[in-house]
């Protein structure tokens, strides 16, 4: 079993940054990879970026949607058992609650891949 908190959420302008963390309980959690997702209202939860466990081959360490390419970052401390997220050159079209996941294996970019999930953590850019 596995338990994610996660913060960092928050009110900030279009362009600007925030840093999201979320701290796993356990002592497995070079175990498993670790995704964000997020949820806007009367969307369906979306796939942000992914990161797999230790040792995993470089190439294949992270990965990103297309959407946030490029101005979002997400990494790993395993000594700390947390990953981040960080978001930067927000858009108002950001907005939505962020969610960390947790899978036992490959890291993945569907929701039902992953074995675990946090609360959430509400984002909101305003434009």
């Known amino acids: 079993q596995v338990q994610l908190v996660e913060s960092g959420g928050g009110l900030v302008q279009a362009g600007g940054s925030l840093r999201l963390s979320c701290v796993a309980s356990?002592?497995?959690?070079?175990?498993?990879?670790m995704g964000w997702f997020r949820q806007a209202p009367g969307k369906e939860r979306e796939f942000v970026a992914a990161?797999?466990?230790?040792?995993?081959?470089?190439?294949?360490?992270?990965s990103y949607a297309d959407s946030v390419k490029g101005r979002f970052t997400i990494s790993r401390d395993n000594a700390k058992n947390t990953v981040s997220l960080q978001m930067n050159s927000l858009k108002f079209e950001d907005t939505a609650v962020y969610y960390c996941?947790?899978?036992?294996?490959?890291?993945?970019?569907?929701?039902?891949?992953?074995?675990?999930w946090g609360q959430g953590t509400q984002v909101t850019v305003s434009s």
């Open positions: 990161i797999s466990r230790p040792g995993t081959i470089t190439h294949y360490a992270d």
């Open positions: 996941a947790a899978r036992a294996g490959l890291r993945a970019t569907t929701p039902r891949d992953y074995d675990y």
């Open positions: 356990g002592r497995t959690f070079n175990m498993y990879a």
